[in-house]
């Protein structure tokens, strides 16, 4: 806990240091900007005064940019009071040229000792280029709390998208459990050889979803072998009449995946599917994968003593499509197709 505390502190630290550097470098560009622009009236021995000036004189900018940055930006302008944000702005041009006329009187004072009205018309034109200053370092302020804004933003996206797909997790291991379980009911009911066969299956996959599928990401080859330990269940329970042909193409079975991402595709397949009219249960299944690109083909022969639900989706479905939305958005196509005898999904995911 104090080690945190530490390192917390020493964010803080770095940060206002940044931000202290940031104004400074700001203020020190004005000066030398400045002393570029006026050194062509301006004798080499005069320089000391020039920098003793321009010194003297920053409070009478850095006053009103401030008061405008931090006081009429965040708290008129942002909530669009346009007259109380217009007012601020005259009252610190006004500031701007009272302070300059005051200020340089001052000034001349204490270098001739003698204290003379400065005419309004000898610092109209630098007041000028002083209400351009302060407005490039309101303008810097509110780009820089903008993109502060775009990021808090872009977090509280990532939050929520994340917060989304723990949901959607949430909902889909329930699904794949009562579906799993239901197989495992029904090998006990016949009182079939490969039920324990079946819970030693289902142990695998229970391993998966409590130590993988919480992850961000897992390597293909584990998201592979999930499909086959939940269609090998399936096989114990179809026996004969289930027909699986799986054809592989896997160029990196490292490539990283978001988990469970396959698995609801099979889960449809025997949830919904059924064995056809030459009396079996046809799953075809053709995954191909390079570093690039993902495509994966599954179809199920379409069981005709039940309603199907692969056209409104399901539950499984229509959770694989928001997971998809929010972990691949822009990157993936997903095409659902019926036929007279078969269900067919195709997904493609592009990684680049």
Not at 215 to 220: F, G, I, Q, S, T
Not at 240 to 268: C, G, M, T
């Amino acid at each position: 806990m104090e080690l945190t505390i530490s390192n917390s502190k020493n964010i803080q630290t770095r940060a206002h240091l940044k931000t202290l550097a940031i104004h400074t470098g700001f203020w020190v560009l004005y000066v030398v900007s400045e002393y570029f622009a006026n050194q062509m009236h301006r004798q080499l021995s005069a320089n000391p005064q020039f920098f003793r000036t321009t010194l003297l004189s920053l409070p009478v900018m850095i006053i009103p940019t401030y008061f405008i940055a931090l006081f009429a930006a965040p708290r008129y302008l942002k909530a669009k009071r346009w007259g109380l944000f217009l007012l601020c702005a005259l009252a610190a041009a006004i500031f701007v040229l009272y302070g300059r006329i005051k200020w340089l009187a001052l000034i001349n004072y204490f270098e001739s000792g003698d204290f003379y009205q400065v005419p309004v018309s000898k610092v109209l034109k630098n007041v000028i280029r002083d209400y351009a200053i302060i407005a490039l370092g309101v303008c810097i302020y509110i780009i820089g709390d903008y993109r502060r804004q775009q990021q808090t933003n872009e977090r509280l996206i990532k939050a929520k998208a994340e917060a989304e797909i723990q949901l959607l997790k949430g909902q889909l291991h329930p699904h794949f459990l009562f579906n799993s379980l239901n197989n495992i009911y029904s090998l006990a009911l016949s009182r079939s050889e490969y039920t324990a066969d079946s819970i030693l299956k289902l142990t695998e996959l229970l391993d998966y979803l409590v130590y993988r599928a919480g992850m961000e990401k897992v390597a293909l080859n584990k998201e592979i072998e999930l499909v086959e330990n939940y269609i090998g269940l399936e096989e114990l329970r179809y026996g004969s009449r289930l027909k699986v042909d799986l054809k592989r193409s896997v160029s990196n079975e490292s490539l990283q995946v978001a988990p469970l991402i396959l698995l609801p595709f099979a889960e449809n397949c025997f949830k919904h599917g059924g064995i056809g009219k030459d009396g079996l249960f046809r799953v075809e299944i053709n995954l191909e994968a390079s570093d690039s690109r993902l495509l994966f083909l599954i179809s199920n022969t379409k069981n005709h003593r039940k309603k199907n639900l692969h056209a409104s989706g399901g539950v499984g479905l229509k959770n694989i499509r928001q997971r998809l939305e929010l972990l691949y958005p822009g990157k993936y196509r997903l095409t659902i197709r019926e036929e007279p005898e078969t269900f067919k999904v195709e997904l493609e995911i592009k990684f680049k």
